[in-house]
């Protein structure tokens, strides 16, 4: 079982993976929240009828002079190197596990790039309010083992959250959970608060 990560916690994550580290998977899990009166709520989540939520996990490679170097999303699913891979678009939240996934392979990341930041935006433009059972994680790719989770679940006015931040430090891969709250239905809407973390 993976560490439960506190908001503004630092770990490392070969230490927690108790070895080499080559590859890890960023999953990002939810569900739409059960509609409390009689289909009342059904209208707010557009539509269809349906209560489906659209959250976008995204993943940013920035330089350590805090420059965007590429972005890995659901309108490019690869980053330019090769390094980092999603694995493709969820548009409602529906099943078990993991929603959506990033892969990034640690060996193949360029050296110029010092942070992966993770974000998740709802597309469909619902605030948190309306998600419920949200996480991250961060699995060793080797073993399929939790390394770490980060609960997301802080409901509220937000439509999106800089979830967490992996980062290269002294030859070693650590791993932030930020989890600070913001407006967007895409990433580039959350780069002005994003740099004070890089």
């Not at 392979?105 to 605030?127: C, H, I, M, R, W």
């Not at 937000?158 to 239905?185: C, L, P, Q």
Request: glycine share 14%; net charge negative; aromatic share 6%.
């Amino acid at each position: 079982m993976g560490v439960n990560l506190q908001k503004g916690q630092k770990i490392s994550l070969e230490k927690e993976a108790n070895g080499s580290l080559t590859r890890i998977v960023m999953g990002l899990g939810w569900d739409a929240a059960k509609a409390k009166s009689g289909g009342l709520l059904g209208g707010l989540f557009g539509g269809g009828g349906g209560g489906n939520i659209d959250l976008d996990a995204s993943c940013l490679l920035f330089d350590d002079q805090g420059n965007l170097l590429d972005a890995v999303w659901f309108r490019q699913l690869r980053s330019r190197d090769g390094s980092v891979q999603h694995t493709g678009d969820n548009l409602t939240g529906e099943g078990d596990g993991d929603d959506e996934q990033i892969v990034v392979e640690l060996p193949n990341v360029p050296a110029n790039v010092k942070s992966l930041v993770f974000t998740v935006n709802n597309y469909t433009g619902q605030d948190f309010s309306r998600v419920e059972n949200a996480f991250c994680r961060i699995v060793n790719g080797a073993n399929d083992s939790e390394i770490a989770r980060y609960d997301l679940s802080c409901q509220g006015s937000h439509s999106a959250m800089i979830m967490a931040k992996v980062y290269r430090h002294n030859d070693e891969w650590k791993m932030h959970a930020i989890g600070e709250t913001g407006e967007g239905r895409t990433f580039d809407q959350l780069l002005p608060q994003i740099r004070p973390h890089l």
